[in-house]
Nanobody, 121 residues
Framework: QVQLVESGGGSVQTGGSLRLSCAAS????????MGWYRQAPGNERELVAT???????NYADSAKGRFTISRDNRKSMVYLQMNSLKPEDTAVYYC???????????????WGQGTQVTVSS
């Protein structure tokens, strides 16, 4: 069974920085991609950034220029460096991973429990 555990959330002031971490563990054959999504109260969950095992990245427009996603394939971890944080970044941030658990198995999406990020003015 695959488990994703996030850490690094917290409260910061506008303009501050946070670094989120997510570790994948369990039965893993390969990880196709990992990413971060967020959900604010009253809103749908939205993509923040994703990264493939090969290093290809994709960012939401709101994250470009401020956030950087990176990964450590050896450790099965993904990170999100968030700079110049704004109050509108306040949300629960969820780690996502598209993982193949067996050589002949199709990949599935797995989600972490979420970590709260609060940005105050």
């Amino acid at each position: 069974q695959v488990q994703l555990v996030e850490s690094g959330g917290g409260s910061v002031q506008t303009g501050g920085s946070l670094r989120l971490s997510c570790a994948a563990s369990g039965t893993i054959f390969s990880i196709n991609s990992m990413g971060w999504y967020r959900q604010a109260p009253g809103n749908e969950r939205e993509l923040v950034a994703t990264i493939t095992s090969g290093g290809s990245t994709n960012y939401a427009d709101s994250a470009k220029g401020r956030f950087t996603i990176s990964r450590d394939n050896r450790k099965s971890m993904v990170y999100l460096q968030m700079n110049s944080l704004k109050p509108e970044d306040t949300a629960v941030y969820y780690c996502n991973a598209n993982i193949r658990v067996g050589v002949l198995r199709s990949p599935n999406d797995f989600w972490g429990q979420g970590t709260q990020v609060t940005v105050s003015s």
